[in-house]
């Protein structure tokens, strides 16, 4: 599989084995104490997420029972705790590793059990995490759970899982989001993810006609599994080892697939893509939003996010631009 941009290894020498994460935020890995304490661009920010931290530990004592959590929303001062909770995932933003993604992805999912208030924020939140962390089967499971199954969810029930790879195809067909309301975030990151494979099995036919014809196949399949992003690409042997034909016919399907998504996202939010391309722009260096909630604050922070997303799956951006062009032309 080819590797995520997202670093992963030690913050100062990017060494990517036996790395402890920092003692203070447990976010950004090193592959020595002496590295640690060198990475003097780190401190501030791992500062901030220790003290926010601590807020969290102190609204938390305000309404534990025994070892167990209560129902948040049940308590009138429960809102101090989720607000200290989006401070820490929102904080978390600005150390840029795998790490601090994953932290992120406990956040949110300890909010989504915690608070049905919340809930539908911190559901719109985590596609985008898996995506960004390539965990693609469980970032479509999500939605698909989400959009098909959430009636489901037991509320009171704190062991529930919300994160699976239960068995659902990411190439079938979307045409169940045409009925009922969707959330605007879960069917970009489901273009998103269908952008990333239409990439990956473009490249895999780029890689079979440039170097298929010079190798034997065996090398070529070899090489093949080293050529996608997406683990759903480079795990299934249908797409490695299949014809160059059945791939274009993939291709076809996931693009007809993905025009269907950007259009039900414009229908719901018309401003959405160009935003999303105007915001790209300034992605990087954008501070996190402070904790305060609304529709314009939530659609603002996972505009941004998805940004990040999409700059992380090289050719997402120009994809989508021309999509938008495509769209803009017919007017
Ligand atoms: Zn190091
Ligand atoms: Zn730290």
Redesign the pocket.
Known sequence: MAPSPVPSGCGVCGMAKQLI????????PYCSQEH?DSHEA??T??HD??DLKRRIEMAQLQFQHGNRLVRYSLFANSRQYMDAHWAVFNSLGR?HCVQSLEAQLDHATHMLKSSFMESFDTASIIPEILLRLDRDQECYAFVRWWKTKQKQYQWDNADFPVLSSIEVDPLESVAYFGKGRNDVFHLTCVALLKVKLILDVLRLQQSTRTIGLRVPKEILDLINTYVPRSPIVSASRDLIYGSYKNRWILIAKLESQVKLLYQLILSADKNFWDDLMKTKQDLIRASPDPPVWGHTEVRALLLRRVCSACVEIPGTVDYIRALVMAVDSRR
Request: hydrophobic residues 40%; charged residues 5%.
């Open positions: 994460l920092c003692t203070g935020c447990q976010a950004m640690q780190h401190k920010a791992c997420i220790q150390v």
